[in-house]
C-alpha cells in the first residue's frame, strides 16, 4: 500500500477538518484517534470518498506513514499532548517530526521541542487559527520551533493554509514556542475584540431599546467601513438569525454566560510576567469571568439599586459614537497585544516580523479584518515603533474618535451600563499619552512601609526617606 504523506491524530472537529482540507490538497493522510470507533465513523461518513489511511492502532497509523514521518496533533492541550507524545517516542525515528496544532502554551512547547530534540527529533508548535470553517478551508497558521522541520513541511502548511491576494497566511514564526506565543496572544487579542463587540451591542439594546433586526442593520452597515472585520460580520449575522421554533431573534435566547478554554488568560499572564500593559485584554477575561456569575447576578440585580440616569440624548448620534467608540478601543486592544508581542520576542530572542505577522492574519482567522494591512504598514514605516497609539495612520485615527469614545463610556457610567473594556481601553490611552502619573505617590508609599527607594526628578540617584523619623 502507498504509504501516507502526513498524519493526523485527534479527530475531533478540527482534526477531521484539517484532514479533508490536506486530503482536498493532494495529499494522502493517514489519521488516528484514541477512540477507534471515533475513526470509523469519519472513514465511513466524512472522508468515505477521500484519500485517507485510517490506522486504529498508533503502530498501525505511525506504520502507514511515509519517512521522514510528518504527524500532526490536534489534542486538547496540557497533559494530552505529552501522553501523545510519549505513546508515539517508541515507534518514531530520529527525523521524524512532530507537530503540536492545538492552542498549547508556549512554555510547554518549549520544553516539548528541547525534550524530543536531543532524541533527535524535530518538533514544531503550530497555531492554527480560523475554528471548523478555517480548519477545512484555510486557516491563519503560525508555525513555530525548528527551524529544520519548517523546511521540510512549509510547503505543506502554506498550501492548507487562507490565501489573501495569492499569499498564503502562513510563514514561519521563530524558534521553540514563538509560533504558540503568538497565537496565544492572537486569542488575548480575539477576546478584546469579542468583548468590545458585545459591549456596544449591550448599550444599543440597553439604552437605545433597540431590537436585533435594528442592530442588525448597525453591525451590517460597519462592516462595510473601516469595522469590516469577520467578528463584525458574523455580529450582523447573528443578530439576523431568528429561532426555528419561536421565531424570535436567537440571540435573545441564549444565555448570557460566555465560556472560555484560557488562551484569554495566558495573553494576560504573560502581560503581567512581562510587564506590558493589556489591561483591555485582561478586562476581556474578567467579564467572562462575571458574565459566568449568572445566579449571583440575578440575586445582586434585585438587591442593589442602580441610582442610574435614564439615556436621553439622539440615538442615531449616541449610535455614531458607539462605532467611533468601538474602532478607537479596537487599536488600542491590537495595540496591547502588539506590545506584548515585541516585549516577548526581545526578552525570548525571537526576532519576530510584527508587520508581517498583521498579514498572517488577514484571512482564515478569527480577528481578520481590513485595518490589518495598516499594522503591517505601521511596521514597515517604523520596525522600532514604540507602540501602535503612536504610528501616524493610528493616532490621527485615535484623536478623530477621542471625543465620540469619552461621551459613550461617560454615558455608559450615568447609565449604569458596564463597559469594562471600552472604559479600559480609553483608560490605556490616557495612560500612554500622559507626560505625568500619580505613581509617584505609590514609589513613595513603598519607600515608607518598604524602604522600596524611589528615583527624583530634580538630581540624579536613588533616594529613601526615613519617613517616621522626620
Known sequence: MKKAQVGLIGLAVMGQNLVMNMANHGYRVAVY???????????????????????????EFVGSLER???????????????????????????????MDC?????????????????????????????GEEGALNGPSIMPGGSLVAWE?????????????EGEACCDYIGPDGAGHFVKTVHNGIEYGDM?????????????????????????AGWNKGKLDSYLIEITADILGRKDTLTGKPLVDLILDAAGQKGTGMWTSQQALQFGVAAPT???????????????????????????????????AAFIEDIGQALYAAKIC???????LLKTASRENGWDLKLGDIAMLWRGGCIIRARFLHLIKQAYDQQPDLDNLLVAPVFKAELEKAQKAWRRVVSTAALCGVPVPCLSSALSYFDSYRAEWLPANLIQAQRDYFGAHTYHRVDRDGVFHTKWMEE
Open 102 to 130: 492545538g492552542n498549547s502554551f508556549f512554555a510547554d512547547t518549549v520544553r516539548r521541542e528541547k525534550a524530543l530534540a536531543d532524541r533527535g527529533l524535530l518538533y514544531m508548535g503550530v497555531g492554527v487559527s480560523g
Open 333 to 339: 486592544s491590537y495595540a496591547q497585544g502588539f506590545d
Open 33 to 59: 484517534n484514541r477512540t477507534a470507533e471515533k475513526t470509523r465513523e469519519f472513514m465511513t461518513d466524512v472522508a468515505k470518498d477521500a484519500d485517507v489511511v485510517a490506522g486504529y492502532t498508533l503502530k
Open 281 to 315: 485584554i485582561a478586562e476581556a477575561v474578567f467579564a467572562r469571568c462575571a458574565s459566568a456569575l449568572k445566579d449571583q447576578r440575578v440575586r445582586a440585580s434585585q438587591l442593589i439599586a442602580a441610582q442610574a440616569d435614564a439615556f436621553t440624548g439622539d440615538a
Open 152 to 164: 521540510q513541511v512549509g510547503t505543506l502548511l502554506k498550501d492548507i493554509s487562507a490565501k489573501v
Open 195 to 219: 468583548q468590545l463587540i458585545s459591549e456596544s451591542y449591550g448599550l444599543m439594546k440597553q439604552l437605545l431599546g433597540m431590537s436585533a433586526d435594528a442592530m442588525q442593520q448597525v453591525f
Open 68 to 98: 521522514p514521518r510528518r504527524i500532526l496533533i490536534m489534542v486538547k492541550a496540557g497533559y494530552p499532548v505529552d501522553a501523545v507524545i510519549d505513546e508515539l517516542l517508541a515507534l518514531v525515528d530520529e527525523g521524524d517530526i512532530i
